[in-house]
């Protein structure tokens, strides 16, 4: 059965892994697979283009690339998948991510990789197990929920991605999206996920501590914006 999803990958110079990516795609399952170019100075979009998805731009900032993604799906697409383009999501287990929001049980699925599916060694670095730890925690205090990682790797149904009302244009659009989804009432599930080394290049968030210190503020802003006028809100 194919799945009436459309598969949204923003990527920032990934040259060296972005073919890796859209090719590793189910494409009899899925309805396409979009690669944002978000101001590459390399060529990914000429390789993503060359691989089978479909290209479009953004102005820099990773929540921008995800919003121009979602602008650019195509209107049968019910659900939405976002993926990292570095190849270190499994695709997988792009089935268990849909299926639940394709059968009506639940509205938003993110994938968890501190569960039981196998993670590659350096994978990820404690600083990103601690920051999935900490928010979580947070989020269980304010709202009674509890998530146990920020994965990119994430499926939602559209109409409820609507519903949210994303403003977040940086790295803080994950945690954005996992709070207000909260706020609003979806019904949320994680389902454990593995998770690989990235297939080439260098992370633009854990790449070096200047990128990694950069990442951490903006997921702190936006973590107390978004709790403080969800609290007001609710």
């Known amino acids: 059965m194919t799945l009436q999803a459309s598969v949204i990958i923003p990527a920032l110079n990934e040259a060296e892994s972005i073919g890796f990516v859209v090719g590793e795609m189910p494409w009899g399952r899925i309805a396409e697979c979009i690669v944002v170019d978000n101001g590459s100075t390399d060529a990914t979009a000429a390789i993503a283009s060359e691989s089978g998805a479909k290209v479009v731009t953004s102005e820099r900032g990773y929540g921008a690339a995800c919003m121009a993604g979602v602008n650019a799906a195509a209107a049968t697409s019910d659900i939405l998948v976002f993926m990292d383009g570095d190849g270190a999501d499994v695709v997988d287990h792009l089935e268990e991510l849909v299926a639940p929001i394709q059968r009506g049980e639940r509205d938003f699925v993110i994938g968890t990789r501190l569960g039981s599916r196998k993670r590659q060694p350096g994978s990820m670095l404690g600083s990103q197990v601690f920051a999935g730890w900490m928010v979580g925690q947070i989020i269980r205090l304010v709202f009674r929920f509890r998530y146990t990682d920020m994965c990119a790797f994430r ?69 107390l914006r978004v709790t403080a006028q969800g609290r007001k809100a609710f």
Do not use: C
């Open 155 to 223: 499926a939602i149904r559209r109409s409820s991605l609507t519903q949210l009302d994303m403003q977040e244009r940086t790295y803080g659009w994950n945690l954005e999206m996992q709070i207000k989804a909260v706020q609003h009432g979806l019904r949320i599930l994680e389902v454990p996920v593995s998770y690989r080394l990235r297939y080439g290049g260098v992370s633009k968030v854990s790449g070096d501590l200047k990128a990694s210190f950069r990442a951490a503020v903006r997921i702190l802003q936006v973590l």
